[in-house]
């Protein structure tokens, strides 16, 4: 299985402290749960980038290689790590799902509320370690 970890922070102060670092640990602490390899060059990261536009050079080569079916999986550990915007989220991870990607929310469990289920689509693998 091929697993692309996407991680975002959108302004300095974030970048500054360590709000990649703190994601990308939280990634790699729930590879390691799964028994999953963890590859360097499959990480796409956006710093300093807003997450209400879609172009961003992390999310773009991301694209690009999930439209080329290099992954099988992308794994974020929020929804507003992909896109500030539903829609923008909506948008992507249908993209990704039309790649034959799957993605996956680490940190944003998706109950069985039916208040949730009508808020976020069903194709979401949301899951907390």
């Known amino acids: 299985m091929n697993i ?11 970048t ?18 799964q028994g999953w390899p963890w590859q ?8 300093g980038y807003s997450g209400a ?12 290689q999930v ?3 290099m992954f099988d ?3 974020l550990t929020a929804p507003d790590r992909l896109a500030r915007n539903y829609v923008h989220q909506m948008l992507l991870i249908e993209e990704f799902e039309r790649g ?7 940190d944003r469990p998706m109950s069985h509320d039916p208040h949730d289920q009508l808020l976020l689509p069903h194709s979401w693998s949301c899951v907390r370690v």
């Open 40 to 47: 360097e060059e499959h990480i796409f990261r956006d710093d």
């Open 100 to 106: 034959g990607c799957q993605v996956e929310f680490v």
């Open 67 to 69: 439209g080329r079916a």
């Open 73 to 75: 999986r992308v794994v």
């Open 4 to 14: 692309a970890v996407y991680v975002r922070v959108s302004t300095p102060r974030q």
């Open 53 to 64: 536009k879609l172009r961003r050079p992390g999310l773009d080569r991301l694209r690009e």
């Open 16 to 33: 500054q402290t360590q709000t990649i670092e703190q994601q990308l640990d939280r990634l790699q602490e729930y590879h390691k749960t």
